[in-house]
C-alpha cells in the first residue's frame, strides 16, 4: 500500500519545496516507486523536476475539478519519479473548488486509481493553510514538517499542531505527524543548537536523525531543473536526502515484515 507524505509547513522558506524534489528523487535512487505531487500554485516543484510550468498541457489543476483523470496528468521525469505537475492555474482552481460539495476530498478520491502503482507519493502544499492544503492533508496519511531550527519555526510549528489536531476531528482521523526535518542545519550556531535540543526534548520520537545541512549544491540544483542527487551526488545536501529516504524507508520495511508476522 502506498504511503502518502504531504510535506507542509504554514511557513515559507523552509526548505519544503527542496525537501519535496531531494526526498522524491533520493527515495527512487532506492528503487521505491515514487508520484510527486506539486499543489503548489508557485510550480516549484515542477519546475525543480525538469518539467516547463508554462506549457503544461494538462496538470493537477484539471484533476482537482474533475475535468480529466489523474492518469492523464501525470509526467515521467528524467530523475527517478513520476509527477503531478501545477502551476499559477491552481489559483483559479481553488477559487473554483471553494464551489464544489465534497471539495476537500477532489485529490483524496482522484488518487485512489494510481496508489497501486507507488510506494511513495509526496505532495509539495503551499505555505499556508487554503482548500488545496486542506486537499493535501485530508489525502495524506501523515504530514513531513520541515523546520529552521529558529525560535519564529517553534512558534509556528505550535499553530500548526493545533491545526492538525483539528483537521484529525473534522476531516483525517488517521493523519499523524510523519516526522519533523531539521533543514538548512548550521551546528555551529548556538540557536540552531537549542532549539535542536528543544524540539528532540519536546518530540523525541518525531525529530528524524537526518540534518539537512546549508548547502549550496541544494540552492544551486533548481535552476538546472533536477534534484541535488542529479547535480552533484557527493555534495553534503544530497547525501543528507539519501540519508533521510534510507531512514524513511527502513521504518516502512519494519511496518510492512511486521503486518506479515501478524
Do not use: W
Amino acid at each position: 500500500m502506498s504511503r502518502i507524505i504531504a510535506i507542509a509547513n504554514q511557513k515559507g522558506g523552509v526548505g519544503k519545496t527542496t525537501t519535496c524534489i531531494n526526498l522524491a528523487a533520493s527515495l527512487g535512487a532506492l528503487k521505491r516507486r515514487v508520484l510527486l505531487i506539486d499543489i503548489d500554485p508557485q510550480g516549484n516543484a515542477t519546475m525543480g523536476s525538469g518539467v516547463a510550468k508554462h506549457n503544461l498541457t494538462n496538470s493537477i489543476m484539471q484533476v482537482l475539478l474533475n475535468r480529466i483523470v489523474i492518469t492523464d496528468a501525470i509526467i515521467p521525469t528524467q530523475v527517478s519519479y513520476d509527477l503531478l505537475p501545477g502551476n499559477a492555474e491552481l489559483i483559479a482552481a481553488e477559487v473554483q473548488l471553494l464551489k464544489q460539495e465534497q471539495r476537500e476530498y477532489a485529490l483524496k478520491n482522484a488518487l485512489a486509481v494510481v496508489l497501486n502503482n507507488y510506494d511513495f507519493v509526496l505532495i509539495d502544499c503551499p505555505p499556508s493553510l487554503n482548500i488545496l492544503t486542506i486537499n493535501a492533508l485530508v489525502a495524506a496519511n501523515s504530514i513531513l514538517i520541515p523546520m529552521q531550527c529558529e525560535y519564529y519555526a517553534l512558534e509556528g510549528l505550535t499553530g500548526l499542531l493545533a491545526t492538525l489536531e483539528r483537521l484529525k476531528r473534522s476531516v483525517n482521523p488517521g493523519l499523524e505527524v510523519e516526522g519533523l526535518l531539521r533543514t538548512m542545519y548550521d551546528g555551529r550556531n548556538r540557536l540552531t543548537q537549542e532549539v535542536s535540543e528543544q524540539l528532540l526534548q519536546h518530540f523525541p520520537d518525531k525529530v528524524y536523525a537526518t540534518v539537512i545541512p546549508r548547502n549550496v549544491r541544494l540552492a544551486e540544483a533548481p535552476s538546472h531543473g533536477v534534484p541535488a542527487l542529479y547535480y552533484d551526488k557527493t555534495a553534503q545536501g544530497a547525501m543528507a536526502y539519501l540519508a533521510l529516504a534510507a531512514e524513511i524507508s527502513k521504518k516502512y520495511e519494519k511496518t510492512t515484515e511486521g503486518e506479515k508476522q501478524l
